[in-house]
């Protein structure tokens, strides 16, 4: 079994936050970081030991970080796959390409969840809207069609309310087959991150509960507000889906909880998620330390909550607001990736809040006015 060793270097494919904050945490423990972006300046970059600044798939440039890197991961799960498992072939990338061939696509990832023994929303697979209008009778209404490949935040899915509304799901056609799901009526949404070391070892981390504005995540908190027979559920069946998927690395696995208490998988993310962020200091360790261990052959280490802990992302319109609120919130922990544009909607930060009382913290952070547009 190979065991990377600080003074030793990790490859990211990607150079968004997720792979600066897996950066950072690497580098407490002494490896030295190579990363692949396209971005002169990527949030990654900044704090990498070596740049290589080309597209994700370009041949040259993963040969580059093959040579520069003892150990290749990746940050986000649109890579090229068939680019992936050629690098796979000439350098040590010890969580495959097949969970990413799976996660890239709703239609192969719905039915490993399924295979899995884990539950789901009804679901049918539609490649033309022909298909779509002939089966959707199957899920009835409402339902949300989602295109099989490359959606994220909400982009790339429309609800459907009734079958006359039916045309508003045509357009998703034009990139990719669909799925269209029975719309659940959640009472909310949980997340657990499951990681698995290239030892053997697995850990997950405590459930998180997620607020959503607008399809992107505005709040985690933890712990999550459910019940203990719920909270057994979720973990079962994150710990189904990670064995079905031999998971090496790491695993968000998304869910929803019903108000009967039953949770259904809405979908995987195969890379830290922004549901984790808390872990950095609410946890005995983070979900980016935690990344690093598994592939780096380490065993993992148990991540125990030290305090109860409340997440908030930062878009671009939070962030003036933000710091100018800062000197009067010393307890904020303020999180900023180094992106330049500021642009509406995109996640540019985070703060995590830790104290004994969260429903405190959530009616502060309200009351600030920050999170307000
Ligand atoms: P997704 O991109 O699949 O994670 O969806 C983004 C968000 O849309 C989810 O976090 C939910 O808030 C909402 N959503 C997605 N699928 C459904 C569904 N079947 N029923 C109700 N809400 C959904």
Redesign the pocket.
Known sequence: MTMIQPGQTIGIIGGGQLGRMMALSAKEAGFRIAVLDPAEDSPCGQVADIKIIAAYDDEEALGKLAEASDVITYEFENIDYEGLKRLAERAYVPQGAELIRITQDRIAEKAAIRKAGAPV?PYIEATGFAELKSRVGEIGFP??V?TARG????K??V?VKEEAALAEAEGLFEHSACVA??????EK?ISIIIQRSTDGSSECLPVQE?V?QN?ILHETIVPARIGGDTEQAALEAARQIADHLQLIGTLAV?M?VLEDGRVLI??LAPRPHNSGHYSIEACTISQFGQHVRAICGWPLRKPELLRPAVMVNVLGQHVDPLLKAVPNHPGWSVHLYGKADAKHNRKMGHVTILSEHNEETLSRIDETGIWEG
């Open positions: 929303a339902c949300v989602k959606g994220y935040d909400g790339g899915q609800i799901e029975a719309f659940v009526p959640f949404e997620n959503h399809h998304e929803f809405n979908e």
